[in-house]
């Protein structure tokens, strides 16, 4: 079922070529387990580039730029957002980092300044020399998922809120 949903949005897509500078494809979002589970391995390069350009071209991973989150402690990041891409209406969460900040370990919890605290699920490492309280985005992403990204590093890392 999913290859042939994944077959119809290529179809779809055959013709969609809108440039998004905030566009990463499906497996940048993805871990390779999610991926897999979804079964998006089963694509063909090309299937996968038509589909990655259906849903750039149709704004469906464009996070929501009116609201900025920060100070926020409400329940975002907890409820499952409804349907396939989720809804962007939360928006990313900017926050800072309380503390000392050294990158990941692949199990990091993260405590921010507005009380929330998110948890690492993707399971990999990236280490950075120490800074104190950096600023942090957390956008949600497809299928429910969010990404946390410390300013001034251009890596990501696969969150869950936890509190």
């Given at each position: 079922?999913l290859?042939?949903?994944?077959?119809?949005?290529?179809?779809?897509?055959?013709?969609?070529?809108?440039?998004?500078?905030?566009f990463?494809?499906?497996?940048?979002?993805?871990?390779?387990?999610?991926?897999?589970?979804?079964g998006?391995d089963?694509?063909?390069?090309?299937?996968?580039?038509?589909?990655?350009?259906?849903?750039?071209?149709?704004?469906?991973?464009?996070?929501?730029?009116?609201?900025?989150?920060?100070?926020?402690?409400?329940?975002?990041?907890?409820?499952?957002?409804?349907?396939?891409?989720?809804?962007s209406?939360?928006?990313?969460?900017?926050?800072?980092i309380?503390?000392?900040f050294?990158?990941?370990?692949?199990?990091s919890?993260?405590?921010?300044?507005?009380?929330?605290?998110?948890?690492?699920v993707?399971?990999?490492?990236f280490?950075?020399?120490?800074?104190?309280n950096?600023?942090?985005t957390?956008?949600?992403?497809?299928?429910?998922?969010?990404?946390?990204?410390?300013?001034?590093?251009?890596?990501?890392?696969r969150?869950?809120?936890?509190?």
């Amino acid at each position: 079922m999913l290859r042939s949903a994944a077959t119809l949005f290529a179809a779809l897509a055959f013709s969609a070529t809108v440039a998004a500078a905030d566009f990463s494809t499906l497996e940048e979002r993805m871990s390779s387990a999610e991926f897999k589970a979804a079964g998006l391995d089963k694509l063909s390069a090309a299937e996968l580039q038509q589909l990655n350009g259906w849903l750039q071209a149709h704004g469906l991973t464009k996070a929501g730029a009116a609201s900025t989150g920060a100070g926020r402690t409400d329940d975002v990041g907890f409820k499952p957002k409804s349907g396939l891409f989720g809804d962007s209406a939360d928006g990313p969460i900017t926050s800072r980092i309380k503390g000392r900040f050294t990158g990941w370990t692949g199990s990091s919890r993260f405590e921010l300044d507005n009380g929330q605290v998110w948890e690492q699920v993707d399971g990999e490492a990236f280490n950075v020399k120490a800074i104190e309280n950096p600023a942090v985005t957390i956008a949600p992403k497809m299928m429910g998922s969010w990404l946390l990204k410390v300013d001034g590093y251009n890596r990501t890392t696969r969150v869950t809120r936890i509190r």
